[in-house]
């Protein structure tokens, strides 16, 4: 929506002048970049804020919003309560919800206003969402998720009537991921509703004429709120699509914040590094490190090692007991908001958290951060360490303590990514099915819709600006009537077309549609409480299932001991028993990024330089590395940055192929589709496959057909797409991500929570599905969907051309070492094991037992 | 269709088909186990949109098999029906017509939820618990061979868990497949239905395990 208002002047406004007061009252002033979003949001503008956590970024948005709502009712703005709701602030993260809402209520009651604040989210109870429905809070507080619940309320478009803004925090969070698409969608509608008085009952528009009058006030102002990323114009486009306004702008905070990065070593470096296991063997630096510090943040990337190292820390430092805590996804939520609190209060000496303190919130009073292992991407590592030193003008300090010595060089790549400020882009996600199939039959369980209506307002998005007539109407035809069947014995039942309304009628399928959305999270979990009651936490269930009764395994801190599962729970007793298992949760094993990625192969190259000149200039982590790094060069070579280092090496498990581009998890796991499928046209052959952040393992029972004659071609970009998709692997990779698709899509059903029963005979597992269309529905659009995730989520198509031909302007560097490399043992007892092969399945299974009969 | 490896069990001859069943040559009877006849129905109708191709191939398998070895009876030791009645149900009434000579044995199993009625008009003659033929005792679940003093000495045929089985070889590589599966006193056949997931089983050093490798099968131990 293009503005033609007149442009209003900011400091001669009244909302202004109270606000300021308010300001001025408590000694604090405004920031310059928070007029700046509060002069364009009372001008009906649009846009994103680029503002980092703890520097005032809430109220650029909020205050803009109280200032618009002062400016229009300046007579009554103190006294008007029941205004309905003006501004919808989305959240990725319902923890962050009470912290925001504590702030605004603060100012408002400042102000001496009448507004409400409420929030949304899965943890609201009922009573309070009633209380919404007969009237809405001012400012709703709301997570992506939420926001699909709404629209799945009978009478939604009545709710928006009032609004006038909405905010979406932490954009760069939801950027790039699903939820990102749901607000999308959401926002879609949203707008829809609000332009489009034709499309509502006449109820709502009899409502809307009374509470607006005039055509100005019709206008919502959409604002992103982000940390800075690579591509924030785009992160902006994404957001605002919908509005087709080219009218917007970026408000930056440009507040510069020292950060200080400091390398803990190892006191002997291990030549021959392995993940993991380093780590906890540092924990003494970690605790002088606690020691020394006020509040302390440990972050560890699984929540696996991160209760592994609880328990250390608490073994080797009992003293610890009482002032450390844990903090993951899969903890009980009051425990977690319990933490939160703490860390406020500044009661907590240390917590140990995952990705799952990331967000948001300030802890004041923590003052270091220590990382442990890589963090993966500069964006996240630069994000955790601002999460220290929160005062203005205090250095956030972060430590980077690695889980094995090679990683020590990530640390310098850091630093020098830092201080270029390489920071990575968010590509935002492209023609998600999965969620457009949830949030069409979200929209048909409230009021039903009208396709083409709903398509007009799906293409503003940017996810679907580029979905076909045909795509949109086989995602109908598949709600309707639900793919392949054999008509007269078919009673597929889901949206029915009433008089061209899509509705979903059956109750239990809306009850049920319901309690399925925002279900993200694929694998099972199970509940875990202990058997007298008390709830602990969540667990995968593909745990829990290999454990037997009796079998101890540790989760959110506790030692337990697994006595049974029932309904959907697993019950557990306290155990003081030394040994127990660690829980793995799937999922979160996040790439290198291609930023850290170009900077680890410059210090590689610095590494190859000192190795070689004693004299050259390098960091102190590359050159504490120096013993690992002179055996490398002894027994295969250390690649620059215009190589690529490949080496063969053969064991008794068999023959080795590593090659080593430093892309990151996902890029090698194409690259070896790619290469294994290109060597199996040579012959026929079968690899098993392991891969980490720096390189990939290729093993098989045969000597690998790789050597300068062929290297070139093998790498070569040419029929790129053809051969990854004939490679077996595409397949196995496009298994994983159906999980994911099933559930979004609707296709897996979780169970009623509590009602175990209730969902009988309906339990099927993703990779059954995924075999079931592969083999009969081919071209089912969700699956199809799981085949292009591959390519771009996966593969990241557009990363792994330029990986290719990186390595086609590269040196292809070929040793035969005599025996495993510092850079080859990591990969070689790394457990992360798939199977590639051109073989026929029969002859493969035969010559698997021959070997095995030896 | 194949079925080119031949076991015996007490002198009986038995034919083991990669289409996911047995065949007693002696008894002139196909032996076969979780048919889940319905499943695809039960999940559409539950708004889950799985292909119902694949109830249509499991019957016309099944069909085929008849042809092949015109069995005099079929005994299926449970889960014939996946859940309540549905449409699908009535494409295997009409089925059934059409195969009124061959006489279907059930044992019930944990899915066989319909009621007694229903088995009646379709043909079906229902057992509750197991069924003993000769030396052979047919009951769904394996778990629960043997606990019969009468049956003891017989030997079990059952299915239920959907047997699968792991191969793995050099280059720590490793395949899985549905699976036939006999110990020296019950077999566990694979699940019939297409629609059906596996439970890996580890056989013992005296057992034997068939893996379903396509259209063949692989002696596995």
Redesign the interface.
């Known amino acids: 929506m293009e503005n033609n208002l007149p442009q209003k002047k900011l400091h001669d406004t009244p909302g202004y002048k109270i606000v300021s007061a308010w300001f001025a009252s408590n000694n604090m002033s405004p920031f310059a970049f928070q007029e700046e979003a509060w002069q364009h949001i009372i001008n009906n503008q649009s846009g994103l804020v680029n503002a980092p956590t703890g520097c005032g970024k809430t109220f650029s948005v909020f205050l803009g919003a109280v200032i618009n709502f002062i400016n229009n009712n300046v007579d009554g703005y103190s006294k008007k309560k029941k205004n309905g709701l003006q501004l919808l602030w989305v959240t990725p993260l319902r923890a962050l919800a009470k912290d925001i809402a504590r702030a605004m209520e603060e100012v408002i009651a400042g102000l001496g206003m009448q507004w409400q604040i409420g929030s949304r989210n899965g943890d609201t109870p009922i009573a309070e969402r009633q209380k919404q429905r007969r009237q809405m809070p001012e400012v709703l507080i709301i997570t992506p998720e939420s926001m699909h619940l709404l629209l799945a309320q009978k009478d939604y478009a009545e709710i928006f009537t009032s609004l006038k803004t909405i905010a979406v925090d932490e954009w760069h969070e939801l950027l790039g991921s699903k939820r990102g698409v749901q607000v999308e969608l959401a926002i879609s509608r949203i707008l829809g509703v609000t332009q489009a008085t034709g499309m509502l009952s006449s109820r709502t528009e009899r409502r809307s004429r009374e509470c607006e009058g005039s055509a100005e006030q019709r206008i919502v102002n959409l604002w992103g709120i982000s940390a800075t990323i690579g591509n924030l114009e785009q992160a902006r486009d994404v957001l605002l699509s919908p509005l087709k306004t080219h009218n917007s702008v970026i408000v930056r905070a440009n507040i510069p914040k020292p950060i200080e990065v400091i390398s803990v070593f190892p006191d002997e470096i291990e030549k021959y590094p392995w993940s993991g296991h380093l780590g906890i063997k540092l924990v003494h630096k970690a605790i002088e490190i606690i020691n020394n510090s006020r509040t302390t943040l440990i972050f560890i990337n699984t929540r696996g090692m991160s209760e592994l190292w609880y328990q250390t820390l608490l073994k080797e430092c009992p003293d610890l007991a009482g002032a450390i805590a844990l903090h993951h996804g899969s903890i009980d939520m009051e425990m977690r908001t319990w933490v939160e609190e703490s860390l406020h209060t500044g009661i907590l000496k240390a917590v140990v958290c995952t990705a799952s303190l990331d967000l948001g919130v300030d802890f004041r009073p923590v003052e270091t951060v220590i990382q442990v292992g890589s963090p993966k991407g500069v964006a996240r590592f630069l994000q955790r360490a601002g999460r220290s030193g929160h005062q203005p003008g205090e250095v956030s300090r972060i430590y980077f303590l690695p889980t094995h010595s090679l990683e020590l060089v990530e640390a310098a790549a850091l630093k020098a990514a830092k201080d270029i400020n390489f920071i990575e882009s968010r590509d935002p996600r492209i023609l998600c099915f999965d969620v457009l199939v949830q949030y069409l039959c979200t929209l048909a369980v409230s009021d039903g819709f009208r396709p083409e209506e709903i398509f007009e307002e799906v293409r503003t998005t940017y996810c679907y600006r580029d979905i076909t007539d045909d795509e949109f109407s086989q995602i109908t035809h598949f709600i309707t009537s639900g793919g392949t069947a054999l008509q007269q014995y078919d009673e597929y039942k889901k949206v029915e077309v009433i008089d061209g309304l899509y509705k979903i009628n059956s109750r239990r399928l809306a009850m049920r549609h319901r309690l399925h959305i925002g279900t993200i999270v694929s694998d099972p979990m199970l509940k875990v409480r202990f058997i007298g009651g008390g709830y602990i936490g969540m667990i995968e269930e593909w745990f829990i299932s290999r454990l037997q009764p009796g079998d101890v395994f540790t989760l959110a801190g506790r030692t337990l001991e697994f006595v049974m599962i029932k309904e959907m729970t697993v019950l557990a007793r306290k155990s003081s028993s030394k040994k127990s298992n660690i829980p793995s949760w799937q999922g979160g094993r996040m790439p290198l990024s291609a930023n850290l990625g170009i900077m680890l192969r410059k210090k590689f190259n610095e590494a190859y330089l000192v190795t070689n000149d004693k004299k050259a200039q390098t960091d102190v982590e590359v050159k504490a590395l120096e013993p690992l790094f002179i055996l490398q060069q002894s027994l295969s070579h250390i690649p620059k940055e215009d190589e690529l280092l490949i080496e063969h090496i053969e064991t008794k498990d068999g023959y080795h192929l590593f090659v080593y581009p430093f892309e990151g998890r996902l890029v090698h796991e194409a690259l070896g589709a790619l290469l294994s499928y290109r060597l199996s046209r040579i012959t026929p052959i079968t690899f098993s496959f392991a891969m980490n952040d720096y390189g990939f393992e290729l093993l098989s029972d045969r000597p690998i057909p790789l050597d300068d004659s062929n290297a070139d071609e093998l790498f070569s970009a040419e029929n790129l797409l053809e051969d990854i998709q004939r490679s077996v692997n595409s397949a196995e990779m496009a298994k994983r991500k159906f999980r994911d698709i099933a559930v979004i899509g609707g296709l897996i059903f979780q169970g009623y929570p509590g009602e175990y029963k209730k969902a009988r005979h309906l339990q099927s597992s993703a990779s059954l599905l995924f075999q079931v269309f592969n083999e009969y529905d081919k071209n089912n659009l969700l699956l199809r969907q799981a085949y292009n995730e591959v390519m771009e989520q996966q593969m990241e198509e557009a990363r792994l051309r330029d990986t290719l031909s990186r390595i086609n302007n590269s040196k292809i560097v070929i040793t035969f070492p005599k025996r495993l490399t510092p850079f080859s043992f990591p990969l070689k007892v790394d457990s992360m094991r798939e199977n590639l092969s051109s073989e026929k399945l029969e002859d493969r299974v035969k010559r698997m037992q021959e070997q095995l009969s030896k | 269709m194949n079925a080119s490896h031949q076991i015996k069990i007490k002198n009986q001859n038995l034919w083991l088909s990669s289409e996911r069943c047995l065949y007693w040559e002696q008894e002139k009877a196909l032996v076969l186990s979780d048919l889940h006849i319905g499943?695809t129905?039960?999940?559409?109708?539950?708004?889950?949109?799985?292909?119902?191709?694949?109830?249509?191939?499991d019957m016309h398998r099944l069909v085929s098999l008849i042809q092949h070895f015109s069995p005099s009876k079929l005994i299926v030791v449970g889960d014939m029906f996946?859940?309540y009645a549905?449409?699908?149900l009535?494409?295997f009434t009409k089925w059934r017509g059409d195969f009124s000579s061959v006489d279907v044995k059930l044992v019930k199993g944990n899915?066989d939820i319909l009621q007694k009625k229903w088995y009646s008009n379709a043909g079906i003659e229902l057992f509750d618990s197991a069924l003993t033929i000769a030396g052979f005792c047919f009951q769904h679940d394996p778990g629960e061979c043997g606990m019969d003093e009468a049956n003891k000495k017989k030997y079990v045929f059952s299915g239920h868990i959907h047997p699968g089985v792991t191969?793995?070889?050099?280059?720590?590589?490793?395949?899985h497949f549905p699976c036939f599966y006999f110990t020296d006193t019950y077999c566990v056949l694979p699940a019939f239905s297409?629609?059906?997931?596996t439970v890996s089983i580890r056989p013992k050093e005296d057992d034997m395990a068939f893996?379903i490798?396509?259209n063949?099968l692989?002696r596995?131990n």
């Open positions: 499943k129905g039960h999940f559409r109708k539950a708004g889950i949109a799985v292909p119902q191709t694949i109830f249509k191939e996946h859940s549905n449409k699908e009535e494409l899915h191969i793995s070889g050099m280059g720590k590589q490793s395949l297409r629609f059906t997931g893996a490798v396509n063949s692989v596995v």
